[in-house]
């Protein structure tokens, strides 16, 4: 998927927000809680970031094509340089689990808010 293709299904996800921060990079984030970045290219954090479970980063981060996640890496989240290296339903697929992981970790009032 292209980073555009990526920026449309992430805004279908379920109460997922938008925004542009930091040098433009697109932020989206479910509760207020950033669950995917999609950088400008040739920016330091990688061209797509997204969080992943904790029990899949160690081998997620080390696996082709992926790398830690610059200054997020602590919190497991992992970078793509090229989008592309993924199919469609692989991009999507570790897009909801990101959206799926941060949301699960939401205060239970914030997912009744949201219709979580």
Same mark, same amino acid.
């Given at each position: ?15 997922a927000t938008r925004t542009v921060q930091w040098e433009g990079v697109i932020v989206f984030k479910v509760g207020g809680k950033m669950f ?34 610059? +200054? =997020?890496? %602590? @919190?497991?989240? &992992? ?9 469609? #339903? /692989?991009? *999507?697929? +570790? =897009?909801? %689990? @990101?959206?799926? &992981? ?9 997912? #009744? /808010?949201? *219709?979580?």
């Amino acid at each position: 998927m292209t980073p555009k293709q990526i920026d449309a299904f992430c805004r279908k996800l379920p109460a997922a927000t938008r925004t542009v921060q930091w040098e433009g990079v697109i932020v989206f984030k479910v509760g207020g809680k950033m669950f995917c970045l999609i950088a400008p290219p040739d920016h330091s954090v990688g061209r797509v970031c997204f969080k992943c479970p904790p029990e899949h980063y160690e081998a997620l981060s080390r696996s082709e094509g992926f790398r830690p996640a610059p +200054y =997020l890496a %602590r @919190a497991k989240w &992992v970078a793509l340089d090229d989008p592309r290296i993924l199919t469609p #339903a /692989e991009t *999507r697929a +570790y =897009l909801k %689990r @990101a959206h799926a &992981v941060i949301a699960a970790a939401l205060p239970k009032k914030k997912q #009744a /808010e949201l *219709r979580l």
